[in-house]
T-cell receptor, first 112, second 112 residues
């Protein structure tokens, strides 16, 4: 299974862009990168996913390097409500279902 | 509400009790999952059901017994648990074509 490496914690000033890095150097050609976040004691929330191209939605942007060995999640204007643990996950296709294995993630603290 | 509903939200049970956790989704998804999240640990995948068939059991002790009567409902039956089983139990569902998970809010279980 492709594993991911994320910094354990990051701070970001409110209103500034938050850039969360992730390394996935052993990713295979058909494996997707997913990002989720978990606000304290709640279920994880889907943010965005991608394969090769950069992606953008109403929550965030995902930048994937050309060699696909790393990616960056960008929250363009961080708010206090974006304080959460952010998980970068490589999706594994197995036995007809798609499994997400969560690591320890990055704890993002948005500071006023 | 995310479309995945878990009940109860909180549960306190003794080590000799039998209880069940319930998960319900009305998203038309075909796969459902149970995760366990202990304090300060990553989410651990416990069981995977795809089209009501169990496709994964990640070495979970037999005191945890899953049941999936249809593709919209998933149960986790609990009996003779230990205090170390106290955790947040999260249910999720997904649809093959998308692969992203929708999580419920979880059941906070305390074993006394």
């Amino acid at each position: 299974d492709a594993k991911t490496t994320q910094p354990p914690s990051m701070d970001c000033a409110e209103g500034r862009a938050a850039n969360l890095p992730c390394n996935h150097s052993t990713i295979s050609g058909n494996e997707y990168v997913y990002w989720y976040r978990q606000i304290h004691s709640q279920g994880p929330q889907y943010i965005i996913h991608g394969l090769k191209n950069n992606e953008t939605n109403e929550m965030a942007s995902l930048i994937i390097t050309e060699d696909r060995k790393s990616s960056t999640l960008i929250l363009p204007h961080a708010t206090l409500r974006d304080t959460a643990v952010y998980y970068c996950i490589v999706r594994v296709d197995r036995a007809g279902s798609y499994q997400l294995t969560f690591g320890k993630g990055t704890k993002l603290s948005v500071i006023p | 509400e995310t479309g995945v509903t878990q009940t109860p939200r909180h549960l306190v049970m003794g080590m000799t009790n039998k209880k069940s956790l319930k998960c319900e989704q009305h998203l038309g998804h075909n796969a459902m999952y149970w995760y366990k999240q202990s304090a300060k640990k990553p989410l651990e995948l416990m069981f995977v059901y795809n089209f009501k068939e169990q496709t994964e059991n990640n070495s979970v002790p037999s005191r945890f017994s899953p049941e999936c009567p249809n593709s919209s409902h998933l149960f986790l039956h609990l009996h003779t648990l230990q205090p170390e089983d106290s955790a947040l139990y999260l249910c999720a569902s997904s649809q093959d074509w998308f692969g992203g998970y929708t999580f419920g809010s979880g059941t906070r279980l305390t074993v006394v």
